[in-house]
């Protein structure tokens, strides 16, 4: 969506990444999130990362990015941050510097309305890099400013638009799936504390030092299974997450949020990422908000988000 209507020279392929280029516009983005119905670890990488699969679902316009150009001489990049606070560098820094080193990008000023916390395992950030890569694919001629693996993880589903997909290697190969008739309807309770990634992998390698629970193809089907039940519009109840093992036991409240959602009428519901989100999926709107009035008096939630 753009703040006002794209120029002559934009509508015929020029780019307003050139030098000398004043054009003043301002580009709104919106910015999506995920779930992971399903998540398993299935091996350790010599590059230090983890294989995975799992079953990824969309949680779309979640926050927004508003980017105008800036062509003055010496100006750096201006980044402005409200809602939750991004704690270290920002994604979006990085994601620049990545293009910058392929094409002429000029300064920005890049206003980031963040509604997901940092540490829930929602990848907000990566779907804030989506954003910013997608939003510079559309000047470069066919040719991608970043690969989206090189951002992060999470980004390339983020980056591919899907609402579901089977994802796998580090987060780099994913396969988009159909979108079910069934509409789901999603509730996420952030909880007051946050989850490192490296600490969660750190956990779990030495939960399980020899070997996953489960292979890869194990892992292939029970994603499969997963995603055939929600697509029929049937009962997943707990959804499979390596890290739930840990979690829970760090944490015996989830143990009560899971009863809860299946009280609630929920369809599904786990853990998302390495944590700290909890999440339910429902198909009507209204047992959503009858779920979020009554984790209202649970101190320990921080957000609840619910999205339609």
């Known amino acids: 969506m753009f703040s006002r209507g794209c120029p002559a020279a934009m509508r015929a392929g020029a780019s307003p990444f050139q030098k000398g280029d004043a054009s003043p516009l301002s580009f ?27 079953l990824f679902f ?22 402005e941050v409200q809602g939750e606070a991004v704690p270290g560098d920002n994604i979006l820094i990085k994601v620049l510097a990545l293009a910058r080193q392929r094409t002429f990008v000029p300064s920005l000023r ?19 890099a989506a954003a910013l890569i997608s939003f510079m694919d559309m000047f470069c001629n066919g040719r991608p400013a970043v690969n989206a693996e090189e951002a992060g993880s999470d980004v390339p589903f983020l980056a591919g638009g899907f609402r579901f997909a089977a994802v796998s290697g580090r987060g780099e190969r994913v396969e988009p799936l159909p979108v079910p008739p069934h509409h789901l309807r999603t509730l996420v309770a952030v909880p007051a504390w946050t989850v ?20 890869s193809q194990e892992a292939e089907e029970e994603l499969r299974g997963v995603f055939s039940i929600l697509a029929r519009n049937g009962d997943a109840r707990l959804l499979p997450n390596d890290f739930s093992e840990i979690l829970l036991r760090q944490h015996p409240e989830y143990a009560s949020l899971f009863a809860l959602f299946q009280k609630a009428g929920a369809c599904g519901w786990g853990i998302t990422g390495s944590g700290s989100a909890s999440f339910a999926l429902f198909r009507d709107m209204d047992a959503v908000h009858k779920a979020a009035w009554a984790l209202g008096d649970r101190k320990w939630i921080r957000k609840i988000i619910l999205v339609e």
């Not at 709104?28 to 799992?54: E, M, V």
């Open 28 to 54: 709104f983005l919106q910015s999506a999130a995920k779930l992971n119905l399903t998540l398993r670890i299935t091996g350790r990488r010599p590059d230090g990362y983890h294989d995975l699969r799992s």
């Open 58 to 79: 969309r949680l779309p316009g979640l926050e927004s990015l508003t980017i105008t150009f800036m062509y003055a001489h010496n100006v750096n990049d201006i980044l």
């Open 110 to 128: 890049m206003k980031l309305v963040k509604n997901v916390p940092p540490g829930s395992g929602m990848g907000g950030g990566s779907g804030n």
């Open 196 to 215: 490192s990634t490296s600490a969660a992998y750190a956990a779990l390698d030495a939960l399980f030092p020899e070997r996953f629970p489960l292979s």
